[in-house]
């Protein structure tokens, strides 16, 4: 490698703080929606021990706690289902008008969470109006991801395409860095008896404050280029030949996303309960392990998707994979052989790093896979299905498989058959950074 090309890498790994004022208005207005959404939906996540006792009781704790997982994995499987609605409605009408959409219903979702009364207060009905909000929840997060790809990926400027789809990977962290002060906040100006008795709802009432300036940034989006043409040009095929057509890249997409989904619900969702349960941490230690690993994440994932605009996005991918592959197990027997936050905090960095790594670049891999009259919707139903198909039931998975089988080291099992799932699908993908997008 030569100077210029070291000059050449230097700037892309800068230009998370060198974009311009039009590239950080679309950025702001596309991943403050799903900061918003992911804050919502993984808040639920970092309560489910309180929101387990309050709305799902049951003759043992873990029943109850697997009961409070399995809703959160309902919500999840809304998802591919806003995906195709909310997709469609992307590409067809716009993708400023879809985000604008899929704001307001997360933040109905979350108003009713808010304020859902108790099983103490209205017996079953409790859970199943959890369930309905978290099912408008998933309804609004499945539609979220295509809209706001596309719209990164379509006003990139060249060579900038994996930097600006980024954004969608990093602003879950993003939503679960904000997520956990306020919990760590809340949770330490509190008592559990005063937590469980309301202290809970404030969490999700906060969320609400977002919601209003999220409608406003979006509201002054314009619609990129691309899709304009794009949309004013006759459409050639019905969508379901469409969808068949591209039926290998749906698959592949499916293939190449269950890593980065699996390892974000494990890191960001599941962690602070294992932390709890079977490290027998504090919550207050859980919390800043988690807050250290997502920070980690947030800061490298547009590194990474910078330098995969310039060398590639499998280079990265398939390195990152691996890592998966080989670190999982002796990482969770590190932490059950040691447990203290140090270590904690050691292992979900590691695994923070490697989220941002694959994560970064795999957004604009995503993008690049489908045309532009189909990518809202394709990116969206590929993106959902990954996520509520091995990610977002792995907390209750791997909390099965660790009652299962007794051994606190079990997620690591999960983690590895996910990186080889994604490890086979990468193998055979078509690396496209270099070329222009499919119209």
Known sequence: MNSSDLVTTAELIAAPTSIDAKGRRVILGATIGNILEWYDFLVYGLLTLTIAKLFFPAESELGSLLLSMASFGIGLAMRPVGAIVLGLYAD??????????????????????????????IGIWAPLFIVFARLLQGLSCGGEPGGAIALLIESAPAGRRGLYASWQAASPAGGFLLGALV?????????????????????????????????????????????????????????????RREGQPLLMGVGISVLFFVGAYLLLVYMPVFAVKQLELPMSAALVASIVAASVTFVCTPIAAAISDRIGRKRMLQPAA????????????????????????????????????????????????????????????????????????????????????????????????SAAISGAALFWLRDRYEEPLRQ
């Open 183 to 243: 919990t760590l906040a809340i949770t330490s100006f509190m008592s559990p008896a005063q937590l469980e008795a309301g202290g809970w709802r404030w969490v999700f009432a906060f969320g609400l404050v977002i919601a209003p300036v999220g409608l406003y940034i979006r509201s002054q989006l314009d619609e990129p280029e691309l899709f304009l043409k794009a949309r004013n040009k006759p459409v050639e095929v019905a969508a379901a030949d469409a969808f």
């Open 322 to 417: 691996l890592a998966y592959l080989l670190l999982a197990y002796p990482a969770f027997a590190a932490l059950t052989a040691w447990p203290s936050l140090a270590v904690l905090m050691f292992v979900q960095s590691v695994f923070g790093l490697l989220l941002a790594i694959y994560g970064g670049p795999l957004m604009a891999v995503l993008a690049e896979l489908f045309p532009t009259r189909m990518r809202a919707t394709a990116v969206a139903f590929v993106y959902n299905l990954a996520a509520a198909g091995m990610g977002g039931f792995a907390p209750f998975i791997v909390t099965w498989l660790i009652a299962a089988t007794g051994d606190p080291r079990a997620p690591a099992f999960y983690i590895i058959a």
């Open 92 to 121: 067809r009408v716009g993708r400023k008008s879809a985000l604008s959409l899929a704001i307001f219903i997360m933040a109905v979702g979350t108003g009713l969470i808010a304020i859902a009364p108790t099983y103490e207060s």
